[in-house]
């Protein structure tokens, strides 16, 4: 007898815009099976070989995967995956495997997920989001690694049925790379963050997407325990960060509804993309796009941006989890301005502090303390790499940069120090930019907002931050 349960919502993190109603389809994870083996002697540089071969195998694999998230979304999002061949490399984890083996005499798979267990037991249990977000990429790596000494293919997210919200305790990023948007409806996840690699990749492909629901998992099986099946509708809102389970007819169709309306609205503005966004009195208007990697521009000028008003730049960074180089960010802007030129593209400077956490960040107060200029003012070369790379993409398209949380007459005037000193560099190395880029403050805090025309006299525009 099936039993049928009371709508219910759960809440979560919402990390990417858009609505869906759809079947389930439970994502469930690669979980290896070996025994522990000890070994001869005679197969120790076998057992050595066999690893080394699976790395290199994951290697090939991660490349190719790198290569066609470079060519579909940018080389932005491609940096993703440099970040997890890295990781295949580390000397800890890589050469503590081959060590174990030796040592131990034990087989490869048993001493790489012994050597492993030393970085997850900690991420684990770490209580700072950003580092319990970056046992995705090592789970995913180790998942291709062991599966690749195993000799075992690893579960497709290809076999989703179109139209269906995917169900997981969480994603791998490799694994939301490849999802097909044309096929999956929405996501949620019980793990993960808003910064997390998944949800930079989901949200970059535009498919809506909520994660960090708590116990979602066990409230999704005790469904599917209830209703003896597996085949039932959710609604997944990831606007409002929530998935409803049960949904009511009534709420199926209220959301279908709003669905209808939603397309209906998205073709009208469609059609109106090569037009010129002019007022009934005759005022024009630029309507611009907010973006964060170089796939939205994409997607924005397809449907009629007239260039980009914020670039935030800190999810490069974000990204890759390191600092990026001046050519990396050279490369991300000039083919950001070549996208949108002759239309202005508006690159922030990193704005790190409040929800964007790096690595050894404490700041107690992260929304309104050590964050944004004053963090770039104590870390001169990362700054001044951002200034240099954004001042050489200038010739490539029409830039201009904008300094985030200006509070002070003084914070202005030391950014515009540091502009003229990766000027200077640029000179000295013969590098050709943009003499007369133009300079903009973001007004978003209550000093910017009183001190505004004493910073008009030193500044080209305003961006009021919402």
């Given at each position: 007898?099936?039993?049928?349960?009371?709508?219910?919502?759960?809440?979560?993190?919402?990390?990417?815009?858009?609505?869906?109603?759809?079947?389930?389809?439970?994502?469930?994870?690669?979980?290896?099976t070996y025994k522990e083996r000890q070994l001869e002697t005679s197969e120790i540089e076998l057992e050595k070989q066999r690893f080394q071969d699976a790395v290199k195998k994951t290697e090939e694999e991660l490349k190719l995967l790198r290569e066609e998230i470079r060519r579909e979304?940018?080389?932005?999002?491609?940096?993703?995956?440099?970040l997890q061949i890295a990781l295949l490399f580390d000397q800890d984890l890589y050469n503590g495997t081959i060590n174990l083996i030796e040592s131990e005499r034990r087989n490869a798979e048993y001493a790489y997920s012994k050597v492993l267990n030393r970085y997850i037991v900690p991420l684990n249990e770490a209580k700072t989001p950003y580092f319990r977000?970056?046992?995705?990429?090592?789970?995913?790596?180790?998942?291709?690694?062991?599966?690749?000494?195993?000799?075992?293919?690893?579960?497709?997210?290809?076999?989703?049925?179109?139209?269906?919200?995917?169900?997981?305790y969480d994603l791998l990023p490799s694994e939301a790379a490849l999802l097909d948007r044309n096929r999956v409806a929405?996501?949620?996840?019980?793990g993960g963050g808003k910064t997390s690699h998944t949800a930079i990749m989901t949200k970059a492909k535009g498919i809506p997407a909520v994660v960090g629901i708590e116990n979602l998992m066990k409230h999704i099986n005790s469904l599917c325990e209830d209703t003896q099946d597996k085949d039932f509708q959710v609604i997944l809102d990831g606007s409002r960060g929530i998935l409803i389970t049960n949904p009511t007819e009534k709420r199926i169709?209220?959301?279908?509804?709003?669905?209808?309306?939603?397309?209906?609205q998205q073709n009208y503005l469609a059609?109106?993309?090569?037009?010129?966004?002019?007022?009934?009195?005759?005022?024009?208007?630029?309507?611009?796009?907010?973006?964060?990697?170089?796939?939205?521009?994409?997607?924005?000028?397809?449907?009629?941006?007239?260039?980009v008003g914020l670039f935030r730049t800190e999810y490069l960074y974000l990204a890759r989890r390191r600092p990026i180089s001046e050519d990396e960010q050279?490369?991300?802007?000039?083919?950001?301005?070549?996208?949108?030129?002759?239309d202005p593209v508006i690159i922030r400077t990193y704005d790190f502090g409040g929800d964007k956490i790096i690595p050894g960040y404490n700041e107690p107060n992260p929304y309104l303390g050590w964050r944004?200029?004053?963090?770039?003012?104590?870390?001169?070369?990362?700054?001044?790499n951002q200034i240099r790379a954004i001042l050489r993409a200038s010739v490539k398209g029409n830039i201009k940069i904008m300094l985030p949380m200006i509070s002070d007459y003084n914070e202005l005037l030391q950014a515009k120090d540091f502009i003229e000193q990766a000027k200077r560099d640029l000179k000295a190395r013969n590098v050709i930019f943009d003499e007369n880029i133009e300079l903009g403050v973001m007004v978003e805090t209550p000093s910017c907002v009183i001190l505004a025309d004493k910073f008009a006299k030193d500044c080209n525009f305003f961006s009021i931050g919402s």
């Open positions: 007898m099936k039993i049928v349960k009371k709508e219910e919502i759960l809440r979560g993190i919402p990390v990417s815009s858009g609505f869906a109603v759809g079947n389930v389809f439970i994502y469930q994870r690669f979980i290896p979304m940018g080389s932005d999002l491609a940096e993703l995956i440099s977000e970056r046992l995705a990429d090592i789970m995913d790596v180790s998942s291709r690694v062991l599966s690749n000494i195993l000799g075992v293919e690893l579960p497709s997210i290809y076999e989703v049925t179109a139209g269906s919200i995917v169900i997981a929405g996501i949620a996840i019980e169709e209220s959301y279908k509804k709003e669905q209808i309306e939603f397309k209906k059609s109106f993309a090569e037009s010129d966004s002019t007022t009934k009195d005759g005022k024009h208007i630029d309507i611009s796009a907010n973006i964060e990697f170089v796939s939205e521009a994409m997607s924005a000028k397809k449907i009629g941006a007239r260039g050279f490369d991300i802007y000039a083919t950001v301005a070549q996208i949108m030129k002759p944004a200029i004053r963090l770039c003012f104590d870390n001169p070369e990362l700054f001044l």
